[in-house]
């Protein structure tokens, strides 16, 4: 099993930045990937970012290119999303999961809250 818990969610306005986390615990040798997605009131869960939990560089959504920064500290086992210029339309709880060699993301995270204010 894999434990994932983020933070760094809360309120900012138009134009901000955030930074989540996600601590991963458990057997992380089984992680893969690390994704992050996101789901807005109304409106299914998407894909925000990925990277691979060993090595290697992020993958976006086109929503977010340019905006948002997917890395990871394997030291501590935590994956981070910087989130800069901030849009409403981002508003969201965020998650970060964990997918095996398949692609399946197997474990999830409780979400954290963000909320971009116009």
């Known amino acids: 099993q894999v434990q994932l818990v983020e933070s760094g969610g809360g309120l900012v306005q138009a134009g901000g930045s955030l930074r989540l986390s996600c601590a991963a615990s458990?057997?992380?040798?089984?992680?893969?990937?690390m994704g992050w997605f996101r789901q807005a009131p109304g409106k299914e869960r998407e894909f925000v970012a990925r990277i691979r939990w060993s090595f290697g560089s992020g993958y976006y959504a086109d929503s977010v290119k340019g905006r948002f920064t997917i890395s990871r500290d394997n030291a501590k086992n935590t994956v981070y999303l910087q989130m800069n210029s901030l849009k409403p339309e981002d508003t969201a709880v965020y998650y970060c999961a964990a997918s095996d060699t398949q692609g399946r993301y197997n474990y999830w995270g409780q979400g954290t809250q963000v909320t971009v204010s116009s």
């Open positions: 458990g057997r992380t040798f089984n992680i893969y990937n």
